[in-house]
C-alpha cells in the first residue's frame, strides 16, 4: 500500500511545487528588467550558499550548525526519498543512505525545535512555529516508511493504521516542504534564496568582493521612473531578494532606528514588500511592529503606491543607512537599496524630504555646501596655513579633500591637526579649495539623484584638469562616494581615508611621534569606513601606534552601532523613544575608556552633542597630531570661524 501512496504523494506535491514555482516567478516579473547572468548565476550558486551565505551564518555557530545538519539533511532526503519511494528504486545501499539523511535531518530539526521553544524577540513567530514540527514529521515519516527497503524490517510489516499514520506524516511533511516552498510558508526562503543567490541585483558582493555603492538613476532616460512608487517599479530581482526573506530577525536586533523606538523595523520592511508583491495586508506577520505603529493598519497591492499604504513614509526617512541590516542578513538582501529607491521617488516625485530636508536641498543647489553658507568662506579655516592650490601647482601627489566639515568650527581643528600631520610627514600635497564642492553624499541618500549627479559631475569635470596619485579626506562619506560611486559617472580615483593613510605614513616611519599621554581610549567604528568599505583596522593600528590602552566597545567593529549620523537622518530627524548618539555613549561608558576616537566629522557631531558628564571625543588626526615631536602643539593656529554669509547662487 506503501509503494502505491508515498509516489502519489511525492509526485503530486512535486507537481503542485513546480505550479507554485511558475506562479512565483510571473509575481517576481512584474518589476522592472535587470540583466542577469542566468546561466552562470544557477552554476555559481552553490558556491555562493555554501561559502558566502555561511559565512554569514557561521557567526552564529548554534544556528550554522543546526542549518547544515537540517537543510543538508532535507536537501538529501528529498532526492533520496523520489529516487526510492517515488522512482521505486528500492536497494539496500539507497535504503540506508535515505535512513542516515533522514536521522542527520532529524537531528537538526530537534535544535530547530529547541530553539523555537523560547525564541528570541526577533524571531518571526506564527507558521514558523509549525516549522520544526513539520521537518520532524517529513524525517520521521521516511526514516520509518524506508526501514523495509533497508531489509531492518519486512516489507509487509505494519497494517492498515501503520500506513495512514506514515500517509499522514507524510503528506504533512511534503505539503509544508515541497508545495510551501513556492505557494508561501517557511519554506518559502529556500526556492526563492536559491535563486536569489543566483541572481542577485549586486553579484559583486560574491567570493569575497565588496559592493555598497548606490545604483544610479538614468536621468536622461524619460521613460525611466524616478525611483520607487510602487513594489512594480522595483527591478525583478530586487523582488525575488524580498521574497527569499527567513524572518530570522538579525536585521532588527541590529537597527539603531529600530532601538530608539523609531518607525523602523528592516524585516517588517521587507515582509511589506513581500505583501506587495501579492497583495493584501500586514495582519497576518507575526514578527514585531514598527514601533508605534500596531500591526493590521498597512497593505497595498503590486499597483499601488507603496507610501501611505504599505509603509509610512516616516519609516524610510527614520533610516540611518548603517548598513547594519545588510551586514547582519542571511540571505544577504538590500535593505539600504530599497530604502533609498523609494525615497527617490518622495524626492524627485513628491518634493517631499521631511523636516530641513528641503531646506538643505535647496542649501545644496545655491551653495554648494548643505549648511548654505556663502561658497568663497569654504578655505577660512586655512587662512593662515599656505596651503597648496591645485589650480596653482596642476600636479600634487595628495590632494586632500577637505569636505564640507570646513564650514563647521568643531571639524576644522581634525582638518588644521591632520594638515599638521601631512606636514610633519613631508608629503608633497595639494587641496582644491574654492573649487572644491560636496560630494554629494547627503543629496544622494536624501534621494535627490538629481542634485547628487549634478555635484559629482561637476567635481569630477574639476578633478580632470589636473593629476594626482590619490585623493585623503578625514570623512568617510566623502570617501565612500568618491571611491564606489563617483565610478559610474566616469570619475574613478584612488582614494583614502585619512585613518589608513596615517597608518602608511606611520608604517613608512615618515612621523616621528612620541607616546600618548592620555588614558584609555575606544574606538568607534564609522559605518562608512567600517561597514562600506572594510577598513578597521588602520585606525586601531593608528592607535596602537600612540601607545595608548584601546578598549574595544562589546559593538564593534561590523557590527558598531551606528552614531545616528548618517543617510541624513539628522535632519529628517525622525523622533523615537531616544537619541541613536544617546545609546552609543552607553556602549562607550562600558569601557570606561577616559577618550573616544573618531575618524569621522558626522560621529564626532552626534556624540559630542550627548550631554555631559561623558569622555572627551577626539577624531584619530587630533590624536596623532597631539604626539608629533617635529612641533609643538601650542604652535598650531586656532581654526578660523565660519561666517555665514549671504548665499551666492551658482
Same mark, same amino acid.
Request: glycine share 10%; hydrophobic share 40%; net charge neutral.
Given at each position: 500500500m506503501l509503494n502505491t501512496l508515498l509516489p502519489i504523494l511525492l509526485f503530486a506535491a512535486l507537481g503542485l511545487a513546480v505550479l507554485g514555482a511558475l506562479r512565483r516567478v510571473r509575481m517576481w516579473r512584474r518589476g522592472r528588467p535587470s540583466k542577469v547572468n542566468l546561466i552562470g548565476g544557477l552554476l555559481a550558486m552553490p558556491r555562493r550558499y555554501l561559502v558566502d551565505l555561511h559565512h554569514v551564518v557561521e557567526r552564529d555557530k548554534y544556528m550554522s550548525k543546526t542549518h547544515v545538519a537540517t537543510a543538508g539533511g532535507f536537501v538529501l532526503s528529498a532526492v533520496l526519498a523520489i529516487l526510492v519511494h517515488g522512482f521505486g528504486l528500492q536497494s539496500k545501499i539507497l535504503g540506508y543512505a535515505l535512513l542516515i539523511a533522514t536521522v542527520i535531518m532529524f537531528t537538526g530539526a530537534i535544535f530547530v525545535f529547541k530553539r523555537r521553544l523560547?525564541?528570541?524577540?526577533?524571531?518571526?513567530?506564527?507558521? #514558523?512555529?509549525?516549522?520544526?514540527?513539520?521537518?520532524?514529521?517529513?524525517?520521521?515519516?521516511?526514516?520509518i516508511a524506508t526501514l523495509p527497503v533497508a531489509g531492518i524490517l519486512p516489507a509487509n510489516t505494519g497494517? #492498515?493504521?501503520?500506513?495512514?499514520?506514515?500517509?499522514?506524516?507524510?503528506? #504533512?511533511?511534503?505539503?509544508?516542504?515541497?508545495?510551501?516552498?513556492?505557494?508561501?510558508?517557511?519554506?518559502?526562503?529556500?526556492f526563492a534564496g536559491a535563486l536569489h543567490l543566483a541572481w542577485h541585483? @549586486?553579484?559583486?558582493?560574491?567570493?569575497?568582493? @565588496?559592493?555598497?555603492?548606490?545604483?544610479?538613476?538614468?536621468?536622461?532616460?524619460?521613460?525611466?521612473?524616478?525611483?520607487?512608487?510602487?513594489?512594480?517599479?522595483?527591478?525583478?530581482?530586487?523582488?525575488?531578494?524580498?521574497?527569499?526573506? &527567513?524572518?530570522?530577525?538579525k536585521c532588527e536586533a541590529m537597527c539603531p532606528a529600530f532601538a530608539a523606538g523609531q518607525p523602523l523595523n528592516p524585516k517588517k520592511l521587507i515582509q511589506d514588500m513581500v505583501i506587495g508583491l501579492a497583495g493584501g495586508t500586514d495582519a497576518q506577520f507575526a514578527g514585531s511592529p514598527y514601533p508605534g505603529k500596531p500591526i493590521g493598519e498597512h497593505g497595498g497591492?503590486?499597483?499601488?503606491?507603496? &507610501?501611505?499604504?504599505?509603509?509610512?513614509?516616516?519609516?524610510?526617512?527614520?533610516?540611518?543607512?548603517? @548598513?547594519?541590516?545588510?551586514?547582519?542578513?542571511?540571505?544577504?538582501? /538590500?535593505? $539600504?537599496?530599497?530604502? &533609498?529607491?523609494?525615497?527617490?521617488?518622495?524626492?524627485? /516625485?513628491?518634493?517631499?524630504?521631511p523636516n530641513k530636508g528641503a531646506e538643505v536641498l535647496d542649501n545644496l543647489i545655491a551653495t554648494d555646501n548643505p549648511g548654505g553658507?556663502?561658497?568663497?568662506? @569654504?578655505?577660512?579655516?586655512?587662512?593662515?596655513?599656505?596651503?597648496?592650490?591645485?589650480?596653482?601647482? *596642476?600636479?600634487?601627489?595628495?590632494?586632500? #579633500?577637505?569636505?564640507?566639515?570646513?564650514?563647521?568650527?568643531?571639524?576644522?581643528?581634525?582638518?588644521? %591637526?591632520?594638515?599638521?600631520?601631512? *606636514?610633519?610627514?613631508? $608629503?608633497?600635497?595639494?587641496?582644491?579649495?574654492? /573649487?572644491?564642492?560636496? %560630494?554629494?553624499?547627503?543629496?544622494?541618500?536624501?534621494g535627490d539623484e538629481a542634485t547628487f549627479q549634478q555635484l559629482a559631475k561637476r567635481n569630477i569635470q574639476t578633478l580632470a584638469k589636473y593629476k594626482f596619485q590619490r585623493i585623503v579626506t578625514c570623512d568617510p562619506h566623502s570617501f565612500h562616494v568618491l571611491k564606489n560611486e563617483y565610478g559610474a559617472l566616469g570619475g574613478d580615483y584612488q582614494v583614502q581615508h585619512h585613518s589608513t593613510y596615517i597608518a602608511e605614513l606611520?608604517?613608512? *616611519?615618515?612621523?616621528?611621534?612620541?607616546?600618548? *599621554?592620555?588614558? %584609555?581610549?575606544?574606538?568607534?567604528d564609522p559605518c562608512y569606513l567600517g561597514r562600506y568599505n572594510g577598513e578597521y583596522e588602520a585606525p586601531r593600528e593608528v592607535l596602537k601606534a600612540l601607545g595608548i590602552e584601546v578598549r574595544e566597545m562589546q559593538r564593534s567593529g561590523f557590527r558598531s552601532r551606528c552614531c545616528g549620523g548618517g543617510g541624513g537622518a539628522p535632519i529628517t530627524d525622525i523622533p523615537g523613544k531616544q537619541r541613536i548618539p544617546d545609546m552609543r555613549m552607553d556602549d562607550i561608558r562600558e569601557t570606561e575608556a577616559e577618550l573616544v576616537a573618531v575618524?569621522?566629522?558626522?560621529?564626532?557631531?552626534?556624540?559630542?552633542?550627548? $550631554?555631559?558628564?561623558r569622555p572627551q571625543i577626539k577624531d584619530l588626526a587630533e590624536l596623532v597630531a597631539d604626539v608629533l615631536?617635529? /612641533?609643538?602643539?601650542?604652535? &598650531?593656529p586656532k581654526p578660523q570661524t565660519a561666517k555665514r554669509e549671504p548665499a551666492e547662487v551658482h
Amino acid at each position: 500500500m506503501l509503494n502505491t501512496l508515498l509516489p502519489i504523494l511525492l509526485f503530486a506535491a512535486l507537481g503542485l511545487a513546480v505550479l507554485g514555482a511558475l506562479r512565483r516567478v510571473r509575481m517576481w516579473r512584474r518589476g522592472r528588467p535587470s540583466k542577469v547572468n542566468l546561466i552562470g548565476g544557477l552554476l555559481a550558486m552553490p558556491r555562493r550558499y555554501l561559502v558566502d551565505l555561511h559565512h554569514v551564518v557561521e557567526r552564529d555557530k548554534y544556528m550554522s550548525k543546526t542549518h547544515v545538519a537540517t537543510a543538508g539533511g532535507f536537501v538529501l532526503s528529498a532526492v533520496l526519498a523520489i529516487l526510492v519511494h517515488g522512482f521505486g528504486l528500492q536497494s539496500k545501499i539507497l535504503g540506508y543512505a535515505l535512513l542516515i539523511a533522514t536521522v542527520i535531518m532529524f537531528t537538526g530539526a530537534i535544535f530547530v525545535f529547541k530553539r523555537r521553544l523560547n525564541p528570541p524577540s526577533r524571531l518571526s513567530k506564527g507558521p #514558523w512555529m509549525r516549522l520544526p514540527k513539520s521537518l520532524l514529521a517529513f524525517a520521521v515519516s521516511f526514516f520509518i516508511a524506508t526501514l523495509p527497503v533497508a531489509g531492518i524490517l519486512p516489507a509487509n510489516t505494519g497494517g #492498515w493504521v501503520m500506513v495512514a499514520i506514515l500517509g499522514l506524516g507524510v503528506l #504533512w511533511g511534503v505539503s509544508e516542504l515541497f508545495f510551501g516552498m513556492t505557494w508561501g510558508g517557511p519554506m518559502k526562503h529556500a526556492f526563492a534564496g536559491a535563486l536569489h543567490l543566483a541572481w542577485h541585483r @549586486r553579484a559583486e558582493r560574491f567570493g569575497g568582493g @565588496r559592493s555598497t555603492g548606490l545604483k544610479p538613476l538614468d536621468l536622461e532616460d524619460p521613460n525611466a521612473p524616478l525611483g520607487v512608487e510602487k513594489p512594480v517599479d522595483f527591478t525583478w530581482n530586487q523582488l525575488l531578494g524580498f521574497d527569499a526573506c &527567513v524572518q530570522c530577525g538579525k536585521c532588527e536586533a541590529m537597527c539603531p532606528a529600530f532601538a530608539a523606538g523609531q518607525p523602523l523595523n528592516p524585516k517588517k520592511l521587507i515582509q511589506d514588500m513581500v505583501i506587495g508583491l501579492a497583495g493584501g495586508t500586514d495582519a497576518q506577520f507575526a514578527g514585531s511592529p514598527y514601533p508605534g505603529k500596531p500591526i493590521g493598519e498597512h497593505g497595498g497591492n503590486p499597483h499601488q503606491p507603496i &507610501v501611505n499604504g504599505l509603509v509610512d513614509a516616516e519609516t524610510l526617512w527614520s533610516c540611518t543607512t548603517c @548598513r547594519a541590516c545588510v551586514e547582519e542578513c542571511p540571505m544577504m538582501i /538590500e535593505h $539600504v537599496d530599497a530604502i &533609498v529607491d523609494m525615497r527617490r521617488h518622495l524626492t524627485l /516625485e513628491k518634493g517631499a524630504t521631511p523636516n530641513k530636508g528641503a531646506e538643505v536641498l535647496d542649501n545644496l543647489i545655491a551653495t554648494d555646501n548643505p549648511g548654505g553658507f556663502a561658497p568663497g568662506g @569654504r578655505m577660512n579655516w586655512a587662512a593662515d596655513l599656505n596651503l597648496q592650490l591645485l589650480s596653482e601647482v *596642476k600636479v600634487t601627489e595628495v590632494l586632500f #579633500w577637505v569636505g564640507d566639515g570646513a564650514f563647521d568650527m568643531r571639524n576644522q581643528r581634525t582638518l588644521r %591637526s591632520f594638515v599638521k600631520v601631512l *606636514k610633519a610627514s613631508g $608629503v608633497d600635497f595639494a587641496v582644491l579649495g574654492l /573649487e572644491e564642492r560636496d %560630494s554629494g553624499d547627503v543629496a544622494r541618500r536624501l534621494g535627490d539623484e538629481a542634485t547628487f549627479q549634478q555635484l559629482a559631475k561637476r567635481n569630477i569635470q574639476t578633478l580632470a584638469k589636473y593629476k594626482f596619485q590619490r585623493i585623503v579626506t578625514c570623512d568617510p562619506h566623502s570617501f565612500h562616494v568618491l571611491k564606489n560611486e563617483y565610478g559610474a559617472l566616469g570619475g574613478d580615483y584612488q582614494v583614502q581615508h585619512h585613518s589608513t593613510y596615517i597608518a602608511e605614513l606611520i608604517a613608512a *616611519k615618515k612621523l616621528n611621534l612620541g607616546q600618548h *599621554k592620555g588614558g %584609555s581610549v575606544t574606538y568607534h567604528d564609522p559605518c562608512y569606513l567600517g561597514r562600506y568599505n572594510g577598513e578597521y583596522e588602520a585606525p586601531r593600528e593608528v592607535l596602537k601606534a600612540l601607545g595608548i590602552e584601546v578598549r574595544e566597545m562589546q559593538r564593534s567593529g561590523f557590527r558598531s552601532r551606528c552614531c545616528g549620523g548618517g543617510g541624513g537622518a539628522p535632519i529628517t530627524d525622525i523622533p523615537g523613544k531616544q537619541r541613536i548618539p544617546d545609546m552609543r555613549m552607553d556602549d562607550i561608558r562600558e569601557t570606561e575608556a577616559e577618550l573616544v576616537a573618531v575618524g569621522c566629522p558626522q560621529c564626532t557631531a552626534m556624540l559630542e552633542g550627548v $550631554v555631559e558628564p561623558r569622555p572627551q571625543i577626539k577624531d584619530l588626526a587630533e590624536l596623532v597630531a597631539d604626539v608629533l615631536i617635529e /612641533e609643538d602643539a601650542s604652535t &598650531v593656529p586656532k581654526p578660523q570661524t565660519a561666517k555665514r554669509e549671504p548665499a551666492e547662487v551658482h
